[in-house]
């Protein structure tokens, strides 16, 4: 029997894939290999020379996107899901943690700041004005900002007041802009989510520089309060069906809040996650892989979230946990 193929798709990152196609490859026997993938032009015709590919790189080259779609269709096991990933957004996210009974922070989305290509006063003829002092009793002070198809601590911003909220509206182009209650929190956990089972909880400052964010030696803990955090991770990435995830938590009163959870594509990188994060995620990874690369599973537009949020519910009323 020929070996089994998994192909890697990245960008500029040099530690991460080099070391997961010599862990694959040592582990893999017979049986599987690994090696980074081949693309040139595409054919029309649903042939592809891997059995799965890990992509880290396709939100930014949407060539890579549609090959990898036509790859899924063809199928190929691809994490992440690239057609998910392609109609995913955090703001529907939060929705999603609502069902799965993740606590998320209050979140509004915002009508964009100025108008989108090709459109003009004209196109909005369906939007109302924005009553913004409904909006801020509703979120309350502080209130962070941040994209909806965002990453990468891009436009994100914290404003205390109108004003400051104002002004950093008037910068966000014709962005899809979500506002947030600001979570003030009294720890912070950034959790590596693989699998979606796989779950590798780390303490971190987001307030520290990106190198020292990962806080060394943290306090143990609770291990009631760990197997919520568990719990809550999974759940996440099982309703959004990411097998390669990072999901941050911001505890408030003892709650952990889901602040970032659709990361399909998550740093790694030996020199801002530190050895001991990085050589867990290698081999989990790898091993995750193996897994996923031998499964018989059909083809998955999504995770489960349409079996946890309750669509029979009265559309009047709020989503409440499953
Ligand atoms: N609601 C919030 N409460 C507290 N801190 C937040 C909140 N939203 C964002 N942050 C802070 O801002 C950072 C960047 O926001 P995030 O949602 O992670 O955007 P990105 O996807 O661009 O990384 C987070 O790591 C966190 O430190
Ligand atoms: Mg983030």
């Known amino acids: 029997m020929s070996k089994k193929r998994i192909g890697l798709l990245f960008g500029m990152e040099d530690t991460f894939p080099w ?22 032009w595409l054919k029309d015709d649903g042939v592809f020379a891997y059995d799965l590919v890990l992509d880290r790189i396709s939100h930014e080259v949407p060539f890579y996107r549609t090959w990898l779609k036509c790859a899924a269709a063809s199928g190929v096991k691809i994490v992440n899901n690239p057609i998910w990933w392609s109609a995913d957004d955090k703001f529907f996210d ?16 915002l009508p964009h700041k100025q108008y989108p290509p090709n459109t003009e006063a004209k196109s909005f003829r369906n939007m109302k004005w924005v009553n913004w002092d409904e909006l801020f009793a509703y979120l309350g002070w502080p209130v962070f900002m941040k994209p909806a198809y965002g990453g990468g601590w891009k436009d994100v911003y914290k404003v205390h007041n109108p004003d400051e909220f104002f002004a950093a509206y008037d910068q966000t182009r014709d962005l899809t802009m979500m506002a947030q209650e600001a979570i003030e929190f009294e720890l912070y956990y950034r959790c590596y989510v693989l699998g979606r089972k796989r779950v590798r909880i780390m303490a971190y400052d987001p307030k520290q520089p990106f190198h020292l964010r990962y806080v060394k030696n943290p306090p143990p803990m609770d291990p009631a309060f760990e197997a919520k955090i568990h719990r809550d991770a999974v759940a996440l990435c099982e309703g959004l069906g990411y097998d390669m995830n990072t999901v941050e938590f911001a505890v408030r009163g003892g709650i952990p809040y889901a602040i970032d959870f659709m990361n399909c594509a998550p740093d790694a990188d030996l020199n801002s996650v530190g050895r001991e994060n990085f050589d867990w995620m290698v081999t989990n990874m790898a091993e995750v892989l193996i897994e996923l690369v031998n499964e018989k599973k059909k083809l998955e537009l999504t995770g489960s979230w349409p079996a946890v949020m309750r669509t029979e519910k009265d559309i009047r009323e709020p989503i409440v946990p499953r």
């Open 94 to 109: 939060n929705l999603v943690a609502k069902a799965a009974n993740v606590a998320v922070p209050r979140t509004a989305l």
């Open 19 to 40: 070391a997961l196609i010599n862990a694959i490859n040592e582990r893999g026997g017979d049986s599987v290999e690994a090696s980074p993938v081949e693309i040139s």
